[in-house]
């Protein structure tokens, strides 16, 4: 079965650096898009980016772009989201999730991890 | 504010029908299918709808989706106590080139 594990929570400083990771497992890595999809406290769900592992196309929602990096490494099968310095906005939890389709409009998110809580506080 | 609209509340007794709606416009429900997922508190969201009305494995057949023009709407036929959660549609939008969720809708089964 498909399995999303991601990084145990973190708490940090604002302006200090994060990365946090979604290990991918169970089936083909490198043929179906992650999402990295956002979760603010008492919030709705808000998808702020995509990546393609078979080549590292990523599309990132404006409201995040050049804020976060989306990467993956595909000999371990992991993505990752990155943070250069963080603001206290941008607690929340992350989760990673899997688009079930080859592309990357169409198709549900159907296996999620299981979400990494952020917490960037002074 | 969400690009996609849904209500923010819905309720039913047992075993009632109840519908949620979700608008859009032309760059994301008009023009792309659409996902419903649920979500129980503390837990991740979970696929139930996809391509509009397309049901997962495992997805029990009281949950069905539709959609016409810019909008859609998932169905809970018989609905059960274990279906209060929050709801959120979601689809790809065109101008943003990113998928967008709805607001979210909290089922309460009274």
């Known amino acids: 079965e498909v399995q999303l594990v991601q990084s145990g929570a973190e708490v940090k400083k604002p302006g200090e650096s994060l990365k946090i990771s979604c290990k991918v497992s169970?089936?083909?890595?490198?043929?179906?898009?992650i999402a990295w999809v956002r979760q603010m406290p008492g919030k709705g769900l808000d998808c702020i980016g995509i990546?393609?592992?078979?080549?590292?196309?990523?599309k990132y929602s404006p409201s995040v772009q050049g804020q976060v990096i989306i990467s993956v490494d595909t000999s371990i099968t992991t993505a990752y989201l990155q943070w250069s310095s963080l603001r206290a906005s941008d607690t929340a939890m992350y989760y990673c999730?899997?688009?079930?389709?080859?592309?990357?409009?169409?198709?549900?998110?159907?296996?999620w991890g299981q979400g990494t809580l952020v917490s960037v506080s002074s | 504010q969400s690009v996609l609209t849904q209500p923010p509340s819905a309720s039913g007794t047992p075993g009632q029908r109840v519908t949620i709606s979700c608008s859009g416009s032309?760059?994301?429900?008009?023009?792309?299918?659409v996902n419903w997922y649920h979500q129980l508190p503390g837990a991740a969201p979970k696929l139930l709808i996809y391509?509009?009305?397309q049901r997962p494995s495992g997805v029990p057949d009281r949950f069905s989706g539709s959609k016409s023009g810019t909008s859609a709407s998932l169905a809970i036929s018989g609905l059960q106590s274990e279906d209060e959660a929050d709801y959120y549609c979601?689809?790809?939008?065109?101008?943003?080139?990113?998928?967008?969720f709805g607001g979210g809708t909290k089922l309460t089964v009274l």
């Open positions: 990546i393609y592992p078979g080549d590292s196309d990523t």
């Open positions: 979601a689809a790809w939008d065109d101008s943003l080139n990113v998928w967008l």
């Open positions: 999730a899997r688009l079930r389709s080859g592309t990357y409009f169409r198709g549900g998110f159907d296996f």
């Open positions: 032309s760059s994301n429900i008009g023009s792309n299918t």
């Open positions: 169970g089936d083909s890595f490198t043929t179906y898009w």
């Open positions: 391509v509009n009305d």
